[in-house]
C-alpha cells in the first residue's frame, strides 16, 4: 500500500448579510462566511489536504475565485468533484482530521451532523471523519469575531 498525507488550511471573514456554512451545515448566526463560493471553511480545508495528498496543487487552482462558474457554488459540490480527481489518481480517502477555530457561534451541536454530510461525499465511515471546535481565547481576528479558519490532515492511499 502507499500512503500519502495532505494538509489544508482556509480562513474566511465573518460578516453579516452572509449564510454561515461549516462542514455543509447552515448554522444560524448573525454573521456569515464571505466568499467566492458558499465560502463553508471546513470543507475548503479538507479539499485542499485532499488535493495536496494526491499532488493536485490546491483548491485556488482547480476552482479559482476568478471563475463566474464558482460564484456562489455550495462547497459540497466542490468537494464532491475533488473526490472524483482523488479517485482518478487511484487513491481513497482513509481519515480526516479537522479543526475549526471561531469564537462565535458555539458549534459542538453541528459537528454530528457535520461528519455526516462529510461522510456521504467523501466515501468514509463518519467516525473516520473528526472534527473539533476551538476558540484563540479572543486574540486576533477570530477571536474579535471576524473571522474563521480551518485547519485539516487527511490520509489517503492506493492498494
Avoid: W
Amino acid at each position: 500500500m502507499k500512503f500519502k498525507v495532505g494538509f489544508g488550511y482556509d480562513v474566511h471573514r465573518l460578516e453579516k448579510d452572509y449564510d454561515l456554512i461549516i462542514g455543509g451545515v447552515h448554522i444560524p448566526f448573525e454573521k456569515g462566511l464571505v466568499g467566492h463560493s458558499d465560502a463553508d471553511v471546513l470543507i475548503h480545508a479538507i479539499m485542499d489536504a485532499l488535493l495536496g495528498a494526491a499532488g493536485l496543487r490546491d483548491i485556488g487552482y482547480h476552482f479559482p475565485d476568478t471563475d463566474p462558474a464558482f460564484k456562489g457554488i455550495d462547497s459540497k459540490v466542490l468537494l464532491q468533484k475533488t473526490m472524483d480527481m482523488i479517485r482518478e489518481k487511484g487513491f481513497k480517502p482513509g481519515n480526516i482530521d479537522a479543526t475549526v477555530s471561531l469564537q462565535n457561534p458555539k458549534i459542538k451541536d453541528y459537528i454530528p451532523e457535520m461528519q455526516i454530510i462529510l461522510s456521504r461525499i467523501i466515501g468514509i465511515p463518519s467516525e473516520d471523519i473528526s472534527v473539533k471546535a476551538t476558540t484563540t481565547e479572543k486574540l486576533g481576528f477570530i477571536g474579535e469575531g471576524r473571522g474563521v479558519a480551518a485547519q485539516a490532515v487527511v490520509l489517503i492511499y492506493k492498494d
